[in-house]
């Protein structure tokens, strides 16, 4: 045989399959359906090696279920709208439709050569104005709803060149262009009320059974459900009435208390910095640096001490002084806190920089009280109350209560000191981006109106083409032909609301677009019920937050809107792992490409040199694939050199699908070699069993009941592995059935071994196919069908060859031996029964008579009556 010559069937097997519109779903195809979805790419320029593992799994899935007998969705499109489009305008100077429209092209065309079984016919781009006008609807109708709403809020000014930057434009807490310390600034922006959904958006996770267990738990945290108390403590020496209020969520550590803080933004301190210059300096230095969480976790704690001081709320003669601290948040709880620094690491941090008491009030189980010191690690975990008077010797658990309890009963200028509260870390959705490649916000501002919605007939409201790039902001901003627009209330001289949408919104509800793509509403109703949820969405876990939270919100906003009746989109979720690779450097430091080295084994030692010039090269640690250290591996060259096929098989053989793969040379090679033992085993196959469609022989010797028992085996594990998304074991099974048939083609062909040999190639066929499909459809063709292995139902394993310990009963009709029939030794007698009956020998025995009994004598033999 011929070696199989990857390059020249790939794209021969890809034109076949298209020109059948093979996977082309027909949405009113009545067959039970299956929707396999993975996380569309943002159009960056090309593939890359995350993007071939990602759609590996899918694929294999899609077209494993297809072959099952569901129809199935499996679409493909582009999250095309964003930042890195705007940048290559301005450092290229292509306009980012141009540039993002290109990049399109190129990478539809490798994913094409990638054997991908995808419905092209229902492609999308989300900066496309068929996409972004239903969009632009959606929001409409959230706006009516009370789900869209403007609010003052914080945005990264940069002052040097006079815009708002993106997160990801502040670099160190500078502009990513001018250099410029990044500024906090307020403007009006529009929000999306998300936290209408927080306490469903969190019950209803239990639900998703079918999610990794770690993405659940982050969702968990990020809407951040606590349970707490707010407690006023009363300002110490006030004629007035004036009072702190903070929130805490362990009212238990009240007696370790040794300060109140107060956020920069908190009424109270800025009352204080109107006649204090030194706190309106530190609260105006607290307001620049900005108030992302991330960036308070890791900056100094810093404070400044008002001199105000309060009483602890269960001895008026204790003071605590009141600080204003950098690490407090105005829109958290009441923008106050009580410190207890031997029980939080940042009241801690904060405590030894101010020279403030540490006093444990929580006694580790076990420990001895009276020794219990805290050094620069505070301690959060459970024990035993200590130091703190009435509640010395309870737990944690039950201190919290009887504060809360107390307090609640004691009063503070006629209130309760105390009361409960539930607070949620999950906040409204800012969608409002000062930027030009997003989707138009369909508003109008009017002086006399107000905020006015573009009519209906009005959409979409298309970004204009004519923009440029010169100056730093938003080209919108300076586009007056576009912004400049009567008010379509009033008729007068109104502004186009020139702040496109975060590009998180276009890829919320793309899963639900895909179900009828072009229709004249963001969905049609009906066609979407009954396609979502998604069956089965494979992404990164680096979207395990904020994409399917935000996704999980417009389900449940479209729901509410009447575009969609259900909450959930996504039933089933898998996060795949990285792909990663070793990272190699060069005497200078620098870092050298995979492509440009030689590895060499020196009695076990490797070592590498570079190919340009001979020199050594350090290898480094195995590191994801990434631009910036040179490991990557471009899935071209991996096309051009050894095939889709080998790609994807090698992508899922190694790891486990969660995991990261390393991708090496090496085993790249050993998929290609067993591309090529496949097609050598099938070809031989073919060649010595059985023709096509030769009935099972009557007798099967052991040589040839091992192979089958082999092939049903490895087909058994391959159907419950996909189903499990264990790809690597599903390659292990085929490793396994390869072996066995090379094994028996050793052997003489005699007539059952020649039906053996035929099943097993025909079964390691078509298990490989949902993960090699081209090499597949060659070998189906070599194994003499004219119907594609793609349009082939998936084959059935015969449970008789499964069991790993199997009887021979004989099965006689009125007394007399007709034929004998092999079962799992546990088999039940209504499952032999059920067998029985559909043996050719029974029936023809039997005749026309009806069957009135059939009696197992398990483990023995088998009695039809008839
Ligand atoms: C006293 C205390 C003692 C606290 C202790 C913690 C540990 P979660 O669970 O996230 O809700 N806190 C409250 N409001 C805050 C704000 N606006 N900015 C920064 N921190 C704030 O966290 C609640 C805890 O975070 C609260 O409980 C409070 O500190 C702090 F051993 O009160 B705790
Ligand atoms: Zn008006």
Redesign the pocket.
């Known amino acids: 045989t011929e070696r199989y010559d990857a390059r020249e069937a790939e794209p021969r097997w890809q034109k076949s399959w298209d020109e059948r519109k093979l996977f082309q779903t027909d949405a009113g195809d009545p067959r039970p359906n299956y929707y396999v979805l993975e996380m569309f790419p943002y159009p960056s320029g090309r593939i890359h090696m995350g993007h071939v593992r990602n759609y590996a799994m899918g694929d294999v899935v899609a077209r494993y279920k297809r072959a099952k007998g569901f129809a199935v969705m499996h679409p493909m499109g582009w999250d095309a709208f964003g930042l890195p489009a705007e940048n290559a305008a301005i450092e290229k100077k292509v306009h980012p439709k141009a540039w993002t429209y290109d990049n399109i092209a190129t990478m539809r065309d490798q994913l094409k050569a990638i054997g991908l079984s995808l419905d092209w016919s229902r492609e999308i781009a989300t900066c496309d104005p068929d996409y972004y006008a239903q969009q632009q609807k959606l929001f409409l109708d959230f706006l009516k709803a009370g789900l869209a709403y403007r609010r003052k809020s914080k945005v990264n000014w940069d002052p040097v060149d006079n815009t708002v930057l993106a997160n990801e434009q502040v670099i160190d807490g500078r502009g990513w262009r001018s250099g410029a310390p990044v500024e906090q600034r307020e403007l009006t922006q529009w929000f999306l009320k998300i936290t209408d959904f927080s306490e469903d958006l969190l019950s209803a996770l239990d639900g998703l059974t079918r999610w990794p267990e770690k993405v659940r738990t982050m969702q968990k945290n990020w809407i951040?459900r606590?349970e707490?108390l707010t407690v006023r403590f009363a300002v110490a020496g006030a004629n007035d009435a004036s009072e702190v209020e903070v929130?805490?969520?362990?009212p238990d550590?009240l007696f370790g208390a040794s300060f109140v803080a107060l956020?920069a933004d908190h009424p109270i301190a800025r009352a204080l910095a109107e006649s204090n210059p030194a706190l309106a300096s530190f609260v105006e230095e607290c307001r620049r640096a900005g108030t992302s969480v991330a960036a308070l976790e890791t900056a100094e704690k810093k404070g400044y001490d008002t001199g105000l001081r309060v009483a602890h709320p269960f001895d008026p003669s204790w003071e605590l002084p009141v600080y204003v601290a950098n690490?407090?948040?105005m829109d958290?709880?009441t923008?106050a806190?009580?410190g207890?620094p031997a029980?939080?690491q940042r009241d801690l941090d904060f405590a030894r920089a101010y020279g403030l008491p540490v006093t444990p009030v929580v006694a580790p189980e076990g420990a001895d009280p009276t020794s219990v010191a805290i050094d620069n690690v505070a301690y959060?975990g459970d024990g035993v109350m200590i130091n703190s008077r009435f509640l010395d010797g309870l737990s944690p658990a039950a201190a919290f209560q009887e504060v809360a309890r107390q307090l609640e009963a004691a009063e503070l200028n006629g209130r309760p000191v105390a009361a409960r509260k539930v607070?949620w870390?999950l906040r409204d959705w800012g969608i409002s981006r000062q930027r030009y490649w997003g989707c138009p916000i369909p508003v109008i501002h009017c002086d006399a109106c107000g905020v006015v919605p573009v009519p209906d007939d009005q959409l979409p409201v298309r970004l204009p083409d004519d923009v440029t790039f010169d100056q730093p902001g938003n080209p919108l901003d300076r586009h007056d032909a576009w912004r400049n627009v009567p008010c379509p209330q009033c008729g007068g001289p109104a502004r186009r609301e020139t702040d496109t949408m975060d590009t998180f919104v276009d890829s919320s509800w793309y899963y639900a677009r895909f179900t009828d793509p072009k229709a004249a509403s963001p969905t049609v109703k009906a066609t979407a019920d009954r396609w979502l949820p998604v069956d089965q969405y494979i992404g990164g876990v680096e979207h395990a937050i904020l994409h399917l939270l935000y996704s999980r919100f417009f389900t449940r906003a479209m729901k509410a809107t009447g575009h969609v009746g259900l909450d959930e989109p996504f039933a089933g979720l898998f996060t795949q792992g990285m792909v990663v690779h070793e990272t190699y450097k060069d005497a200078d430091g620098q870092w050298v490409a995979p492509a440009d080295i030689r590895i060499s084994e020196d009695g076990g030692a490797r070592a590498a040199t570079r190919l340009s010039d001979g020199s050594a090269v350090e290898i480094g640690a195995i590191e994801k694939m990434s631009k910036s250290k040179k490991n990557v591996v471009d899935p071209n060259d991996i096309l051009g050199s050894y095939g889709a096929d080998t790609a994807r098989w090698f992508m899922l053989s190694d790891s486990p699908p969660e995991r990261d793969v390393i991708w090496t040379e090496a085993g790249v090679e050993g998929a290609s070699r067993f591309v090529q033992r496949v097609w050598r085993l099938v070809n031989e196959a073919a060649a010595r069993g059985a023709p096509s469609g030769a009935a099972a022989p009557a007798n099967v010797g052991p040589a040839a009941e091992t192979l089958r028992r082999a092939a049903h085996g490895a087909l058994a594990r391959v159907e419950e592995d996909i189903e499990r998304l264990r790809f690597n074991r599903c390659v292990a099974a085929a490793y396994e059935l390869a072996n066995a048939l090379g094994q028996a083609l050793q052997a003489d062909a005699s007539d059952d071994m020649a039906f053996a040999l035929r099943e097993a190639a025909q079964i390691l066929v078509q298990i490989v196919a949902p993960f090699m499909p081209h090499l597949a459809e060659e070998s189906w063709a070599a194994l003499g069908h004219a119907v594609l292995v793609a349009e082939t139902p998936w084959p059935k394993a015969d449970p008789a060859l499964l069991a790993s310990d199997v009887v021979t009963l004989p099965v006689q009709v009125n007394g007399k031996k007709r034929d004998e029939i092999t079962v799992a030794r546990e088999a039940d007698a209504a499952s032999i029964e059920k067998a029985v009956r559909e043996l050719e020998a029974v029936a023809k025995a039997v005749g026309d008579k009806p069957i009135r009994k059939i009696i197992v004598v398990p483990q023995r033999i088998v009695n039809v009556v008839a």
Do not use: A, E, K, M
Request: hydrophobic share 20%.
């Open positions: 951040g606590s707490g929130y805490t969520t362990r550590t956020s690490f407090v948040l958290y709880g923008g806190i009580f207890c029980h939080d959060d607070n870390r």
